[in-house]
């Protein structure tokens, strides 16, 4: 029994200790090779997470939106990254939904080898992994009204019997 509490207690300590804000910025400098940028953002450290709070989003430096919360949460064997409140500048809806609510991105060591995705917005709701090993991302987006206000989306899409698919390699 004393074991099993020095370990809680070492996990919880580990978690604690996790340097969270580097690895915000080790996302930052992963999103600035494709030329995505977040700026203007207020971090908040607390103990099992971190909070960026109202980021603006940039393409090519040009601001295409902005992000109300960005939270990342390193549990070691669960962690995930969740990205709310992603609102897209109106010149640019033809391309990007008008409002995505929230991403949410799991990776846990009982599957070490994907990631899962899951997406609420404007266009409905979407589900789907990365597969880490094969490098390919797979999205299974719900045949919804609002998605076909987006053709340049729906027009990337296949369709299968459980719905539209994304599928594309990184």
């Known amino acids: 029994m004393k074991r099993l509490i020095y370990a809680f207690y070492i996990a919880l300590i580990v978690v604690v200790l996790i340097p969270k804000e580097k690895l915000y910025f080790t996302l930052e400098s992963i999103l600035s090779e494709y030329t995505v940028y977040l700026t203007d953002e207020n971090l908040s450290n607390h103990f099992f997470y971190l909070d960026a709070m109202n980021s603006n989003l940039l393409l090519d430096n ?3 939106g ?3 919360q960005i939270r990342i ?16 500048s109106s010149l640019y809806h033809s391309v990007f939904p008008g409002k995505i609510e929230e991403i949410s991105l799991t990776y846990s060591l009982l599957h070490p080898l994907s990631v899962h995705l899951q997406a609420t917005g404007d266009f409905g709701r979407c589900e789907g992994g990365i597969d880490l090993a094969e ?5 299974l987006f719900e045949a919804t009204p ?6 340049l989306l729906v027009f990337k899409l296949q369709q299968v019997k459980e719905g539209l698919v994304y599928e594309s390699n990184f």
């Open 62 to 64: 040009i601001q295409i």
């Open 66 to 68: 902005s992000i109300e």
């Open 73 to 88: 949460i390193p549990w070691v064997v669960y962690n995930r990254l969740t990205v709310s409140n992603v609102t897209f």
């Open 135 to 139: 490098q390919k991302i797979r999205l």
């Open 146 to 151: 609002e998605l076909r206000n987006y053709p």
